[in-house]
């Protein structure tokens, strides 16, 4: 058996050290504009982990994720253009970048705090108005927010001038924090955020509070979040009530259930294999047949996700673990 997972393991790290080859050296093969989208597609894996966080690992139907992404997305650029609030704050984007994340995890340990004592059908109600919520906030006060259409925080705000060195941010901004996530999922903490998805009656019964790391992961997601919110602001350079709405929590959605859910792999996997997808291959593929069969590139995804649900329900990575280690039994 310990064979068996050093093999896995060796596997896992080579494969792990090859995508890392890969990305490093990719902006030099290719165009400004792949570059630039493969950038939007790391920050998407962030905007997925932290969703399965607690979808995955405390199996909470957290269907208003994306309220976090865009606090911590307006948080920043606020702070970034002051003036829209009557005040006039100068800050580097190193300090409001983290403090959207700080403001996606207050108001998640604030909502988180009842919510999370809702259950089933409940939770999944609440927390899908939230997003809804803050969208016609944005309009109501257009001044401040710039209504639907969102406002430019400006050139001198990105990431960094160049495109490319915006994509090694990106790559590094997601490896940190998956890699942060990752050590929380398979800490005991993890354990016992398993334990209450698995059971929640049994885990209270062995002592564990429930509804404190219920809120513990809640807040974690809503950080990372709001992080990946901030630094999506500076990268595009733009804000917008996109970042809250229903598109978006579905792709993030999409992209944790088809890598697999509860697997952090999976999210990793499906996060960025849907944002490609979606926003490039399937967009190419709906406008080359659209003159024969009117079709968009949504209606593609969800037909992926259709018969992947009947081929793969238990997601890829499960199903490509379970061959590998068939494989590797019978080796």
Known sequence: MSSVKSKVSFRAVMAIAAIIAI?????????????????????????????????????????????????????????????????????????TIPAGGIAALLFGLGIGAVCLRLKGYYLALVTAILPLIFIQLANIYSGVFG?????????????????????????????????????????????????????????????IDVVKYKLLAFCVSAFFAGLAGAVTVHYRLTVGVDLFDIPLMLAIILGVIIGGIGTFYGAVFGGFAIYIAKNWIFRQIAETISPVFPVSDDILLYALLIVLILKAPEGITNKVKGFLSARTAEE
Do not use: C
């Open 23 to 95: 990305l490093a050296v990719l902006p030099f093969f290719s165009s400004s504009s792949v570059i630039y989208m493969l950038g939007l597609a790391f920050i998407f894996v962030v905007y997925a982990v932290s969703w399965d966080v607690v979808a995955g690992y405390t199996g909470q139907t957290n269907l208003g994720h994306t309220v976090f992404i865009g606090i911590g997305a307006y948080t920043t650029a606020l702070l970034q253009n002051s003036h829209r609030l009557g005040l006039d704050i100068s800050a580097p984007i190193w300090l």
């Open 147 to 207: 209504g639907y259409e969102g406002f430019s925080v400006g050139f001198g705000k990105a990431l960094a001038s160049d495109v490319r060195l915006r994509y090694y941010i990106a790559l590094a901004f997601m490896f940190i924090s998956i890699a942060a996530m990752y050590v929380l999922v398979n800490s005991r903490i993890g354990v016992k955020l398993r334990a209450v998805r698995d059971d929640e009656e049994l885990a209270e019964a062995v002592g």
